[in-house]
C-alpha cells in the first residue's frame, strides 16, 4: 500500500470507532506530546460525536506549558476503544500500561521500527517528526478533518522541537510545505520559543560544569556522565539533567556526543546524538533504539559506560579515516 492508501486506511478505522484514545511514548518529547494532542484536537473537532483521549503516565515538566492530557481513564473506555499509539517504534515504550485491553492499535510513528505492534503499522522514517504524518494526513482529508486553532499549536511545537528548529536530517521542502499548513493560524512564536528556551539559572550552572568537566574519547566522542550527586549539588531534577545533552552538540571534531544520566541506583540513562556519523547501532547494542543520529539507550554501571564509549570511538574513528567534509 502506498501512503495515501494507509493513511485512507487509517481514517476508515477512526470513522468505524466512537471511542479513540491516543498514546505515546515515555519520557515525553515536544513531538511525542505534540502529535498526541495535535491529532486529538483534529479528531475531536472533525468528529463531534466520538469521544477522543490523549494519554500518558509520565510528564515532561518542560511541556507543561502544552497543558493536561486526559488520563487516567477507566479500564471499560479502553475495552471499547480503538488505540493509536504515535511517535512509539517499540511496544514497551508505550506510556501505559492499559493500551492492550484496546480493541485494536493502530501504530503511527517515525523511528526506525523496533517492534509492529499494530494492526496497522504507518511508519515514515522519511519524516523528521511524527507530527509531519498527522499534518499530512490532514492536508491528504482536508475535505473531511477540521485542524482547529490549538492542533496547529500542538503540531507546530512538535515538529519544531524534533527537528531541532529545521536543523536536523531530513528537513526539506516536503517539511517546509507542510508545516506552511500550520501558519493558516497566527502561531505565537515568541510565546513558544520563549516557553522552549529560557532555563532556570541552576541549569545553566550545571551546564557551566558540564563545559568545564565533558570527556572526550581518543576520536572524539564527547561524553559526560551525570551522578545523582551532581544534580544534587546543582538542585536539579533527572529530567533537568538530561535536558543537559545538547550541551555538548557543538564541539569540532565531536561528532558523536553521549550523555549518561543517573535514573535510579540501578539504571543509567543513555542520551546518544550526532551528526554525519549515524549513532543508533550503538544505542541498539545497549538495549535501546531510535533515530540514526539521535538515540537512547541504558547501562548498568561504570563498566558498561566504558564499553558504550569504546564502541562509539571505534566507530567514529572508522567514519573519520573513510570520510571527509565532517566537521
Ligand atoms: P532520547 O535521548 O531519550 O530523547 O532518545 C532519542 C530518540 O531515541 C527518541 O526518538 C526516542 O524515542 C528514541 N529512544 C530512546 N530510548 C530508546 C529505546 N530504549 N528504544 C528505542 N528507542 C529509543
Same mark, same amino acid.
Given at each position: ?10 481514517? !476508515?478505522?477512526i470513522k !468505524?470507532?466512537?471511542?479513540? =484514545? ?29 469521544k ?24 471499560e473506555?479502553?475495552k471499547?476503544?480503538?488505540?493509536i ?22 501504530? =503511527? ?35 473531511e ?18 527537528t ?19 501558519? $493558516?493560524?497566527d502561531i505565537?512564536?515568541? $510565546? ?17 560544569y ?5 570527556k ?7 561524553y ?33 556526543? =553521549? ?8 539504571? =543509567? ?11 543508533? !547501532?550503538?544505542?541498539q ?11 537512547g ?5 561504570? $563498566? ?8 562509539a570511538? !571505534? ?13
Amino acid at each position: 500500500m502506498d501512503n495515501l492508501e494507509i493513511q485512507k486506511a487509517i481514517l !476508515e478505522k477512526i470513522k !468505524e470507532n466512537d471511542s479513540i =484514545i491516543i498514546v505515546r511514548h515515555i519520557r515525553p518529547d515536544g513531538d511525542c506530546m505534540g502529535t498526541s494532542l495535535g491529532l486529538r484536537d483534529i479528531l475531536r473537532a472533525s468528529f463531534p460525536n466520538k469521544k477522543i483521549y490523549s494519554v500518558g503516565n509520565d510528564k515532561s515538566e518542560y511541556l507543561r506549558f502544552l497543558g493536561e492530557e486526559d488520563g487516567p481513564l477507566d479500564e471499560e473506555i479502553y475495552k471499547k476503544s480503538l488505540i493509536i499509539a504515535v511517535d512509539t517504534g517499540s511496544i514497551d515504550r508505550i506510556s501505559d500500561d492499559n493500551f492492550k485491553l484496546g480493541k485494536e492499535i493502530i501504530k =503511527i510513528d517515525h523511528h526506525l521500527p523496533v517492534d509492529q505492534y499494530g494492526s496497522i503499522n504507518y511508519v515514515r522514517d522519511d519524516f523528521p517528526a511524527a507530527a509531519l504524518i498527522i499534518v499530512e494526513m490532514y492536508d491528504n482529508f482536508k475535505d473531511e478533518l477540521v485542524l482547529p486553532e490549538s492542533a496547529a499549536n500542538f503540531l507546530y511545537t512538535a515538529i519544531v522541537t524534533d527537528t531541532g528548529r529545521f536543523r536536523f536530517r531530513g528537513v526539506g521542502q516536503r517539511v517546509f510545505e507542510l508545516t506552511s499548513i500550520l501558519f $493558516k493560524y497566527d502561531i505565537d512564536l515568541e $510565546k513558544l520559543y520563549a516557553n522552549l528556551y529560557l532555563k532556570n539559572k541552576e541549569s545553566l550552572r550545571l551546564q557551566s560544569y558540564i563545559f568545564s568537566h565533558f570527556k572526550v574519547s581518543e576520536h572524539g566522542v564527547a561524553y559526560m556522565h551525570i551522578t545523582k550527586n551532581m544534580m544534587k549539588r546543582f538542585g536539579l531534577s533527572y529530567e533537568d539533567a538530561s535536558a543537559m545533552v545538547s550541551s555538548l552538540d557543538s564541539i569540532k571534531g565531536s561528532l558523536m556526543w =553521549i550523555l549518561f544520566i543517573d535514573q535510579d541506583k540501578k539504571t =543509567i540513562r543513555v542520551r546518544l546524538r550526532s551528526r554525519f556519523v549515524e549513532i543508533v !547501532e550503538i544505542a541498539q547494542a545497549f538495549r535501546g533504539g531510535g533515530h540514526p543520529t539521535a538515540s537512547g539507550a541504558t547501562v548498568y554501571n561504570k $563498566k558498561e559506560i566504558k564499553e558504550l564509549v569504546k564502541m562509539a570511538d !571505534e566507530k567514529l574513528k572508522e567514519y573519520k579515516e573513510n570520510n571527509e567534509g565532517w566537521l
